[in-house]
């Protein structure tokens, strides 16, 4: 993937596109691993808590959305 950051979209074949999608969706998953360990360490702060969560929400909705764009290319 190390050419997917300097290629433009529009010359992207239909293959890139599905292993620049895949490595979104993997990068993702990570980020809702650390997002869950941040959760886990009980902050004692009702506003941080709140925003994890609805960090973990966004994430999660992000890499449905993107699961599903792989699956329709």
Known sequence: MRNALVQ????????????????????????????GAVEAMELNDVEASRAVRRLLA????????????RARS
């Open 8 to 35: 433009f979209p529009g010359h992207r074949s239909r293959d890139d596109e599905r292993k620049i999608l895949r490595a979104a969706i993997r990068q993702l998953e990570r980020a809702d691993v650390y997002l």
């Open 58 to 69: 966004d994430a999660g909705s992000l890499r449905g959305y993107l699961s599903e764009l």
